[in-house]
């Protein structure tokens, strides 16, 4: 377990030693990045094997940082936060296996990926709140950056609507963090002194402080109607970028929410519990339609993620603890899946067909061009829909049904969202890897076609980082008990059980 802070250390030292491995070659930085990521990702495994679960935070560093503000360096884990730095490292090993091929300063590239993987690993164990927004912020300076230098699409618009939208996030978060400490009259920034603090701040003050912390976290996370900068931002950032936004920066928006702003403000929680199921299930509808009528195959990847976030946010809305371990087991399993998705539609098929366009990868025989990435793609797709066997099931099966013993209408609705999320994948699957007919079908099977002789196989990197996130997406899917019995203690804690109990301790 105490190996774990290492996991911020190697990234940043692994961030550093790319820029410089850059100016040599770039197979050099690409063999400091995963060597780097695949030491973040042992580390949390080997952790993971250690774990003892418990209804408390596990403290791995406490020393003090800025004296004069009572800042502490204090890491520590439970089993949520556990889960998610394991996803942390998963997600960053597929990515830079997925980003192999980048030839454009590829050092400055990963030394920019890995300073972002290095702010999440931050967030993640992060005791301290000034240290966890200090991490924060770590993580979207980056992202900037990876959208605006080696996107594609609108890149320079994406990369500043997603920085706005996340640092305007931000300055509320700021505002209502500051305002708790002072008005609680709490002496430091840990979890457990804000918490003390404001049970002492008067209840009008505190469900505006929640909303402040609330919502400036989930912007972040995607919550409607402040979610437009992630389809945006997914569809012009590279697509190794693409799989850590969708992955884990999104994680740390939810995250935010359900280990500060619930939390510290049960009270003001249940107060605003309704409209924050409300603009969840909104999100999870309206996106899903959205997405069923988007003509470029990222963008129905991209308002896809924002549907399926929608439920981790339900699952925090309903509160009980069915639905708040199911949100976590979806966050860890929408970071599976969509990264997988991506890498398939920015990878495997643009990066050789040259088109996004449905229309036009329709007229391709794709799944005889790419047998691979047509397999990989539904795989993933049913992965996506919740079907038994992958993570999407235990996951959302657990909202919905936590969600039900909460408010059986909220439930019900959100329910639509599954129905249109079918609708959507199974319409992708089949215009972009199936929709060839007629004519091009005769010449795709007489062996006329060119494209076969233009496209190039799928590399090896690309199927290793595949296989790694189908393993991980079944191995949850089948074996949904061995995260759940590292989340479930975890919510017995007093500050959990006060969320639950709508803000009675």
């Known amino acids: 377990m105490n190996l774990l802070p290492w996991t911020l250390y190697v990234s940043f030292a692994g961030a550093l030693l790319a820029l410089l491995a850059g100016t040599r070659s770039a197979a050099a930085a690409r063999r400091v990045a995963l060597g780097t990521a695949l030491a973040g990702l042992a580390i949390t495994l080997l952790a993971a094997r250690e774990f003892v679960p418990g209804p408390e935070l596990q403290t791995l560093v406490n020393v003090p940082w800025i004296t004069e503000l009572g800042v502490r360096y204090h890491l520590a884990v439970d089993g949520i936060s556990l889960s998610l730095l394991v996803l942390t490292g998963l997600a960053a090993t597929a990515g830079i296996l997925f980003s192999w091929n980048n030839e454009e ?294 909202i919905l049904t936590g969600t039900w013993q909460a408010k059986p209408l909220w439930a019900v609705c959100a329910a639509l969202g599954i129905v249109v999320a079918g609708a959507f994948t199974l319409r992708a699957i089949h215009v972009a890897f199936f929709g060839s007919t007629g004519a091009t079908a005769l010449l795709a099977d007489a062996g006329h076609h060119d494209e076969a002789h233009a496209m190039a196989p799928i590399s090896w990197p690309e199927k290793t980082g595949a296989l790694l996130l189908l393993a991980a997406t079944l191995w949850v899917g089948l074996k949904p008990d061995v995260l759940l019995d590292w989340i479930v203690p975890a919510l017995q804690s007093p500050a959990f059980k006060a969320v639950i109990n709508g803000g009675t301790p």
Request: glycine share 12%; charged share 5%; aromatic share 14%.
């Open 105 to 398: 300063r590829t050092g400055e590239f990963f030394a920019f990926y890995l300073s972002l993987i290095g702010g999440v690993y931050g967030v993640f164990m992060s005791a301290d709140v000034f240290l966890l927004f200090v991490f924060y912020e770590i993580a979207i300076v980056p992202k900037y950056f990876l959208v605006a230098v080696w996107g594609s699409t609108n890149r320079e618009y994406g990369a500043m609507k997603l920085v706005l939208y996340s640092f305007a996030g931000s300055a509320l978060v700021l505002i209502g963090l500051l305002w708790a400490h002072a008005a609680g009259g709490a002496t430091g920034y840990g979890l457990a002194e804000l918490a003390e603090g404001a049970r002492h701040i008067p209840a009008g003050s505190q469900i505006a402080i929640f909303a402040l912390l609330f919502l400036g976290f989930a912007v972040l996370a995607g919550l409607f109607p402040f979610h437009t900068w992630a389809p945006t931002g997914h569809v012009a950032a590279p697509t190794g970028a693409s799989m850590l936004l969708a992955g884990v920066v999104m994680k740390l928006g939810a995250y935010g929410c359900l280990r500060v702003a619930m939390p510290l403000f049960p009270g003001a929680f249940a107060v605003c519990q309704p409209v924050i199921a409300w603009l969840a299930i909104a999100g999870i509808v309206y996106a899903g339609f959205i997405a069923l009528v988007q003509s470029d195959f990222k963008f129905v990847i991209g308002y896809s993620s924002v549907s399926h976030m929608g439920f981790v946010l339900l699952g925090l809305a309903a509160a009980t603890p069915l639905a708040l371990a199911g949100a976590v087991l979806q966050m860890v399993s929408h970071g599976i899946i969509a990264g997988l998705l991506f890498a398939v539609v920015g990878r495997m098929v643009y990066e050789r067909t040259h088109t996004r366009e449905l229309a036009a990868l329709q007229a391709m025989p794709l799944h005889r061009l790419l047998p691979f990435a047509a397999g990989v793609f539904v795989l993933a797709g049913f992965a996506s829909l919740g079907l038994p066997g992958f993570s999407g099931f235990p996951a959302e099966l657990s």
